[in-house]
Structure formats: C-alpha cells, structure tokens
C-alpha cells in the first residue's frame, strides 16, 4: 500500500534537526566510524541509513580474520557509542531525495519511512513478533530461516525496536490483520503512519553505502538457486553465526544434515568478463574463505575442505600466514582449477563438481556442500544515488574518485568512505572513514564545536557506607557461550553467590537494550558493583564501565568474566565441564568484585601540535591535512629532501604522474606556515605521554625540543637488495622501480633489448621474509605495459607464483595477458634458475601448462623486489614505545577496530611503515591518521586511566627493578626525605603490572589488580 509523503520534522526543534555540520550516509562499519570520529572532533553528526538498523553487511558476518574476532562484537560497541554520543542522531529507514548546494552549505531532503511502530514507545520486547500470523523468509538470514512481517530487524539492532514490512503484512496489504496492535501493551503500533519528509542543512556529506554481494542466481551456472545445497558465502556466514539459521551449527538447507565434503568455488561473478560477471577482482574472497574454512574445520576435525581457485590472493597484512594456516589444515586441499557444476544427485541432494588439473586432467568429485565465494558488488541504487548526489561513477559503477585523493569524489564536499570507493577489506574501509573525517575537518574547520555537546553522566554515588550489592549479567553472545555454556544454570548458580542480590541472562549484554538494562538494574535495586560475564574485555570493557558510569556509579566497580575466550570457546565439546568452569569464573570475579575500590580518571591537558616522524607521501599528507585545520605540525625527515621511497617512482598502474603529484606536495608543505620542516633529524629521545609529548631531535649540530600532543609515525619502507638471480654481479640485472627509471629515461638498453623477464616474489613469501610485498605484481604489470607501448616487438615474460592484482587492478593484467605478456606461473619448490650467457641471461624455468622446463634467452632480468621495513624502525619502535610485528613493520593496536592507532595513546601510523601499499592507499591511511590525531589534538583535556600503580615509599629498597621492568618508561628515582626512592608518573604508566611482579620488596601496589584483589579471587577459586 503506497503512503503520501507528509511535511515533518523528526521533533519541534527546528533549530536542533535542521543544522547540522555533516551527514553520514550509510551505517555500516565505515559510515559508523566516521560519524564516531567526527563527533569526537566537534562536530554534529546525522548518521542516516535505509535500513531499519545500523549495522551493514559486516553485522551478518560471523568472525573476522586473521583475529578470529567476533563480527558483531567488534561493531555493537561502536553501535552503542554512536546512540549514546550526544553529537550524533541516527535515522534510519530513511533516505536521501535530494541533495541541493554547494560545500559548506548544502540542503539536503530526506523521506523518513513509515516503520509503523511510534518508536519512543516500543521496548524492544517482541510481544507483537509472537502474535503476528505471517510467517516469510528472513532476508538478514539470507532466507534461510523464516521471520514474522513485524519484527525486529536483527538481535543486536541499534536502534532495538521492531518495525512492520509492508510488503508482508496483511493489514497494509488488505487491512485484514491488525492483532499486534492489540498485543502491544505500550500501544507502540501505528498503522497508519506516513512517510515524513526532513529538510536539513549540511556543511559536508561523507558516503558510505557500502556493496552488495554478487548473485549468481540470474546466470545460474554453479546451480544457485536450483540446488538446495549450492549456496553463497554470506549464506554460508549466516550458518556458522550463532544467531544464524541454525544457531552456529553447520547444517545444509535441504536437510539439516551436518556437511562432511564442503566445496568453496572463488571468484564467482569476479575476474569475469562473460555476461552478468564483473570483471574487476573483489580483493576480499580469498582471505575469507581462508577464514570460513579455519571456522569450519572448528566445528567439525573431520571435516573434509576443497578450494578451488585461480590466484590465492593474500596480499594483506599477515594474510600469508593466515593462507598457510588454512592450507595446512588436516583434510584441506587448495585446488588450482576453473570448475563447472555437475549435476544433484537426487537420493542425497549432494553436488558434484568438474574440474582439470595438470597432473591429472578432468575429474568429477562429490561433494555434501558446495560454497561460492561471491564478490562485492555496488550498491543496488548506485545509479540513482549517483544522480542524487551529483556525483560520478568509474565503469564499474562503483564511485569515481580522484588518483590523487581516493576519499574526494567529483562534487566538492562529498566524500566518500568504505567498499563503495571500490572492493576493500575491513581495515581499509576504518582508514577511509577517519580519512572522510579529516578532509572534512579541512572543510568546516571553522565551525568545529559549533554545535557539539559534551556528553554528561549522572551524579557518582557515595557508596562507601552500603551493604555490598553485586549484580550478575550472564551473556548467551548468541550461541557463542550458549551453545556450550548452561547460561540459565549458571545464572541460577550466581544467585546464590554471597552479596550477589541480583543475577539474569541477556541474548547479548552488549547491546543496547542490554546495556539500558544494567544501567536500570544498578538504580532499582541499589547495586554497587557489577559483574558482566561475557567476552573479551579487550573489546568489551570499555563499553561496560561506561554503562556502569550510566547507572551512577564508579566505573572501576565493575568486573568482566570471560567465559567466552576463556571457557566456551576452548571447551566447544565439554559441554558439562564448560559450564562448571563458567561457574567459577564467575565467582572468583563476584569475590574480587567485593573488593574493588572506587577510582578516579584524571585529566591531561593537551598541547595542539603534531609530530609527524617522516617526509614520504604519508607523512607529508598527514600534515598539510592537520596543518589546514589550523594545528602546528613538525614534520621530521631523516634524509635531506622530502619524498621517500616515491622520489624513484614515476607514474602508477591506473597513470598518475607520481613526480608531478610528490612536487605539488612538496611545494604545499613548505608553503604552509603552521608545518616546520627538519631536514637529515635523527629522533634522539621522547618522553611524555598522550597530549604532552616532548621529542628531542638532532639536527647537524643542532638539537632542539619539540613539545607535541600527538604523533604519526610514517617511516616508510624500502625496496629489498636481492642477492638472488645475479643482482649487482650482471648490469643486465635489475630491480622493478631500477626498470621504471629506465622506462621512464626510455634509456638506450631498452630499444636494443628484444627479450626481457620479470621474476616475481623476490625476497618475500619465504621462511625469513614471510608475507606478500603486495604492490609488486601490479608494478610489474604497470612496467611490462609501458615496455609494450614503447617497443612492441619486445618478448616479455612474467614469471610468477600468484598475481595479485587485486581490486580494479585485474583490468590492468588482463590487458596486460591481451598484448602477448607471457605469465609463466613457478612454485617456491621449482623457483626459476638463472645464468649468465656471453649474449645475455638464460632464464630456466618450468611450465606447468606444458609440464616442460624452458629456457628463455633473455637480454634483461628485472627482479620484483620484497618491500621492507627501515632498519630504523627498531628504533623508532624503543623511542615511541610502540609495537612492531614479527616482519618488522609496526604493529596497530587491533587490525580491525583501530587500523591507524597504536596502543600508546597518542601514537599513530600511516603509510608503508604499517605495511607496504600503493600510493593510493597510503594517502587514505594518512587522511586516517590525521583524522584520529584531531580527535586528540582538538580537545582540551585527555582522561587518564585510574587503574595505575603506586609506590609505596617506605617499603621501596631503591634496587631499580621496576625501572627495568617497565616498558613505557612510567618509573624513575626520585629523592625523598627518606632517601632515594622509586616513583611512578601515573600519566605514563599502562598498568600491566610488570613491575608490581618484579618488585621484591612488594612495595608497588597496581590499583585495581590489589593484592587483596587478587588472593580474594584465587581463595574463591
């Protein structure tokens, strides 16, 4: 039933709805993210989403790789986070008509649709879910289970209220039901709402609408949507997530059979240039499988996996590893084969698949299950969302974006986040959204705080007269701990802990009904501390301590029980036994929770200068983007030009002229007035802390201070030195960015050069270097086709263990395949051999495809170097006190939630010195970074933590154990009247209790982790 749209407001305050600074369209990770970011740098935020709740695609995920993070647990704190921030609104089942305007002053109409639910008096409680008679497919579940057309849109859902499908109910179809109005005891229900139409003036609009995944249903060639055990990989997501169809348990739609022979088939509607395919790779299909495998072979050992696939391509950070944990799984097979589908198997519902290999030609195998690895897809709309904003799209139909600034789109002041610049991961999708945040900061910098409020908590209570008063909140997480764990038992058990007056189960404690609940329950029933078991406070802590901040009461009066991490994951088949373990997690923590003490945070004031450790693409954009937001940067550089490893290279595969771009940049930096550049500095100390940094660098014979309140460390990397294949000992023998300098100078050896190769994965993805350069094969694609164009006659021969051109990138090696590049794949047990001739190089390699050795006779080698870290960076890593991984790159303080953050408060990292990267991709990261710096450098004061450790003097012995100990440089001597002793500033110190642990005379005292704490926990153990 059509609805005319109404004139409204969401509320009588015009002035409040109908001035913001900027709206974030999309409410998916990166549309979250920004509108987070944003706010916390002073501006008022609408987060506006079509669907009936944030969340996007990545709500539907199970885990994440290769952290093996819960999916939801990583987004439903930031879901809470955006309800509560007092600067930003979300709307959703709302959308855009129109965008008017130019930057800085835009008028943007937004329809707002009936959800039929007067949502300020729904509770959440699915009463009318119960009592609604139709039943129809869940699409969240992608229709593998059924759903009500009232309800709930998915169990975490910000915001937690139902909503009525018109297409599906029976009253706005016929008007012949009306019985959840009549179940609904806060008369909730609406039937006759309208649409309402919001007018709203923007200074800038980030987009982050996101992707669909692509449906093979229309062409039908793998059997989706005729073969009930055919299906796709966010089908297969739905299935393993414990709020999915089957609540974790790996069944197959046709008869809840456990499947024993799982098949996943990559690149489906990827890397296609057939009809209804994409031709582009989507850059995430790999790694994910990777992952649903690792999850697969959790819940069955004997589970029998077969991946079919072209390239693998792991090109992100640790994806390697993350390939060859999957690969070297017991029962899993990495099969490289085109494949068709066979046919079903009528008796069984099996599929059977057809493919050719090498050794042993075409084969047809049987198989319980068959999964297709679907790629990412525009957004449905994409068209009509491109005419409404007036914006370009690329021939993907994904947005078009600028070579030189992924994040602008090309109508000024609309910028864009997240896989709608194209196919990307998690991680870049988080780096976007902070870039997004940062490029409008450079905007509407000057009504920064215009409109912003600061968030206000009730009145602490005095509690230290109360009877101690312990609440219980035990968490299902899905079926994550309630699958394994009794939750209900172990409520019961918890109730009848001593000083424990109050003890329930929640669906999941994190979200936001949940957290209303705590924040309730600690005010009705007085209590004083509360103990949430859960997951991982790693995630989760800080969302609780604010919830218990909600409620009145000290934050460090709360306590955290993993019987996630801890018990029902590690115990998945002890089903008993995990449930008595969760018992006694749960009450050591209630025993230690008794005697926790109220704690005060404090503020730190903070200085508005940046330090930017690095001259490179990264570091130089990180500072003109805070530079023109008005903060004073100091830009280090430990060579004596600005540039970095960009300075060799010239142009990139999609044709940006690279010297032109790095001089603009170079030009703008020294031209700014608030950057102060320090050419050939050597960092010769830090200290301080978040805000209050002082940094002492050397310059010639110059030292100076330099006092700063954030820092971004963009160090870079370099290109490997190989002492393989000849290199140094034969000129013929070079580099890939040593052949680009040659290309570019059309130097003289390349007209006389009739036969040239390139040799792929030199120094990397091996034992001592074990990851993937990442940018190498597209360099080398980029090289080989500019040869092509310069001398067309030339033989060119790429030689290769898997191309990872990734993203729009596949175009490039398509075409590159198109103009007679020869691609010779090698394995790293056949590595190719090569051999100085009096005529040249000889080239030995074999070719799986003729299952012959070859010897190319070639006048040039030019080698795909590994890119590396600096070996400075070791340095860099002890000054800054920062980490760095295994390959020496720096180590980011979670791979998906905080890409571009360290875990030193006030540290952040942008650019190769994270891991190596096209240009393109830095200058987003260093958007990113800048983005994340503000949301610092714009506050006044800093809250530092109350859980730090404390000397107590008269037992200190002045041994300088703890000094030792302590890896943030939080202790030092100082003198007393009773003589030298040791000191902690609390500002610096982290609280890891090192030195408490060292400690001989047991003179520290970790506040929060006391003694008695302690030993009252394990007495209770």
């Known amino acids: 039933m059509e609805k005319e749209p109404i004139e409204g407001l969401l509320d009588d305050s015009p002035e409040k709805n109908n001035r913001i600074d900027v709206m974030v369209v999309g409410g998916g990770i990166s549309g979250i993210q920004a509108a987070l970011d944003l706010a916390e740098t002073g501006f008022k935020v609408y987060l506006v989403d079509k669907s009936p709740a944030i969340g996007g695609k990545m709500s539907q995920l199970d885990k994440t790789f290769p952290t093996n993070d819960c999916s939801m647990c990583i987004e439903s704190p930031k879901f809470i986070e955006c309800s509560r921030h007092p600067n930003i609104d979300i709307l959703t089942y709302t959308e855009v008509k129109s965008v008017e305007g130019e930057a800085g002053d835009f008028t943007v109409t937004l329809v707002k649709k009936p959800r039929y639910i007067i949502e300020e008096n729904c509770t959440g409680c699915t009463v009318c879910v119960e009592y609604c008679p139709v039943q129809v497919p869940d699409p969240y579940n992608q229709n593998l289970s059924l759903n009500k057309a009232i309800h709930i849109y998915f169990s975490q859902a910000v915001p937690l209220i139902t909503y009525i499908d018109p297409e599906t109910c029976l009253y706005l179809q016929d008007e012949k039901c009306t019985i959840c109005q009549g179940a609904c005891k806060n008369d909730a229900i609406d039937l006759h709402q309208k649409p309402e139409k919001i007018e709203v003036e923007v200074g800038a609009i980030v987009l982050a609408p996101g992707y669909e995944v692509f449906d093979p249903r229309p062409r039908g060639d793998y059997g989706y949507g005729q073969f009930e055990n055919v299906v796709t990989s966010l089908d297969f997501e739905r299935i393993l997530c414990s709020t999915g169809p089957y609540e974790g348990e790996i069944r197959r739609p046709s008869d809840g059979k456990h499947p024993h022979r799982i098949a996943w088939i990559q690149c489906v509607g990827s890397r296609q240039v057939i009809e209804g395919g994409n031709s582009y790779c989507s850059a995430v299909c790999c790694a994910y499988t990777q992952k649903q495998v690792i999850l697969a072979k959790d819940h069955d050992d004997n589970l029998n996996a077969t991946i079919f696939h072209n390239d693998i391509r792991a090109f992100g950070k640790d994806f390697e590893r993350f390939y060859q944990r999957a690969e070297n799984l017991a029962d899993t097979r990495f099969i490289r084969s085109y494949v068709s589908i066979g046919r079903e198997i009528p008796e069984t519902k099996n599929v ?9 030609g075409v084969k047809e195998e049987e198989f319980d299950m068959v999964v297709l690895s679907v790629g990412i897809a525009p957004p449905a709309d994409v068209q009509e969302l491109a005419n409404k904003f007036g914006i370009e799209l690329n021939h993907h139909q994904f947005c078009l974006n600028k070579t030189t600034n992924p994040i602008e789109t090309t109508r000024p002041g609309i910028f864009v986040s997240g896989a709608f610049q194209g196919p990307i991961d998690i991680p870049e999708s988080v780096m976007t959204a902070s870039g997004a945040e940062a490029l409008c900061g450079q905007l509407l910098d000057y009504r920064r705080g215009q409109l912003a409020r600061e968030r206000e908590y009730p009145p602490e209570r005095d509690v230290s007269g109360e009877e101690l008063k312990v609440g219980v909140f035990v ?110 997690i749960i009450r050591m923590s209630v025993a230690r929770s008794t005697r926790l003490e109220p704690l005060q945070e404090f503020e730190l004031p903070v200085n508005k200068a940046a330090l930017v450790v690095g001259g490179g693409v990264a570091g130089m954009t990180s500072a003109l983007s805070l530079a023109k937001q008005g903060f004073t940067v100091h830009l280090i550089e430990k060579e004596s030009d600005l540039g970095g490893m960009v300075r060799k290279l010239h142009y990139t595969l999609e044709g940006m002229e690279v010297q032109a771009y790095l001089e603009d940049t170079v030009r703008q930096v020294y031209r700014h007035p608030l950057i102060q550049v320090s050419l050939d500095a050597t960092i010769t100390s830090v200290s301080g802390y978040v805000g209050n940094f002082v940094t002492t660098v050397k310059t010639g014979w110059q030292t100076k201070e330099i006092k700063h309140g954030a820092a971004i460390i963009a160090t870079g990397a370099e290109e490997y030195q190989p002492s393989e294949y000849l290199y140094g000992e034969n000129e013929n023998v070079v580099t890939s960015v040593e052949l680009e300098e040659l290309i570019f100078n059309q130097d003289e050896k390349l007209a ?53 051109t990734y993203g729009f990138k596949e175009d490039y090696y398509r075409e590159a395949a198109d103009n007679n590049i020869r691609f010779i794949r090698y394995t790293p047990e056949d590595k190719p051999e090569v051999e100085a001739t009096d005529e040249g190089i000889t080239v030995t390699v074999t070719d799986p495809v003729l299952g012959d050795r070859l010897m190319i006779d070639a006048n040039m080698l030019a080698l795909a170097a590994a890119v590396v870290p600096p070996k400075t960076n070791t340095e860099i890593a002890k000054l800054f006190k920062v980490a760095m991984n295994p390959d020496g790159f720096f180590q980011e303080a979670h791979v998906k939630l905080r890409p571009v953050d360290f875990a030193a408060d006030g540290v952040f990292l942008c650019g190769t010195a994270q891991y190596p990267k096209h240009i393109n991709e830095t200058i987003s990261q260093a958007y990113g970074a800048a983005g994340r710096a503000i949301t610092i450098l714009n506050k006044d004061s800093v809250l530092a933590s109350g859980a730090v450790c404390e000397v107590n003097e008269k037992d200190c012995v002045a041994c300088g154990a703890c000094i030792t100990a302590c890896t943030y440089g939080a202790i030092e001597f100082k003198d007393t009247p009773i003589g030298n002793k040791a000191s902690v500033n609390p500002i610096l110190c982290k609280g890891d209790g090192l030195c408490n642990a060292v400690c001989p005379a047991d003179a520290i005292v970790l506040k929060h982790f006391t003694k008695d704490e302690i030993l009252c926990q394990i007495d209770a153990a």
């Open 475 to 584: 968490c299902h997480c899905g079926a994550n701990i309630g699958r394994v764990v009794d939750v209900p038992d172990v409520v019961e058990y918890a109730s009848t802990l001593g000083h424990v007056v109050h003890a329930q189960e929640s669906l999941f404690a994190c979200s936001t009904e949940n957290a209303q609940q705590i924040t309730d329950t600690i005010r009705e029933k007085g209590l004083n501390r509360v103990v949430v078991a859960a997951c991982t406070p790693r995630t989760h802590e800080p969302l609780f301590r604010d919830t218990v901040r909600e409620g009145g009461i000290n934050q460090y009066f709360y306590e955290m029980a993993n019987i996630r991490e801890h018990c029902s994951w590690v115990h998945s088949k002890e089903k008993e036994k995990a449930t008595q373990k969760a018992k006694e």
């Open 352 to 360: 059977t698949i057809r493919y050719s290999t090498v050794d042993d």
């Open 752 to 804: 006389s050069t009739e036969s040239l190769v390139m040799i792929q994965c030199v120094g990397c993805r091996q034992p001592d270097r074990n990851y993937c350069s990442r940018v190498c094969c597209s360099h080398s694609i980029k090289n080989a086709l500019k040869l092509r164009a310069l001398n067309p006659e030339m033989d060119i021969y790429i030689l290769f263990r898997d191309i990872r």
